[in-house]
């Protein structure tokens, strides 16, 4: 029992000592690149009950990979 309880406390104070060396959260997420404006996006795919449609509404064929 006394060894158990030797490990869990080791253990304990390996986490804590490794979480007090992280840094505080500045409360926001820094992105690594900007988004891109709307206007620049490409137009996304949209579905339908027979397949994939375009922005306009005409049909994708899709590729098949083998």
Not at 3 to 23: K, S, Y
Not at 45 to 66: C, F, H, K, Q, Y
């Amino acid at each position: 029992m006394k060894t158990n309880q030797t490990i869990i406390i080791a253990m304990t104070a390996v986490l804590l000592l490794t979480l007090a060396g992280c840094q505080e959260p500045k409360g926001y997420l820094e992105l690594k690149e900007p988004m891109k404006p709307v206007s620049e996006m490409t137009p996304a795919m949209n579905w339908t009950v027979n397949g994939p449609v375009d922005a306009s509404g005409n049909p994708i064929v899709l590729e098949r990979v083998e």
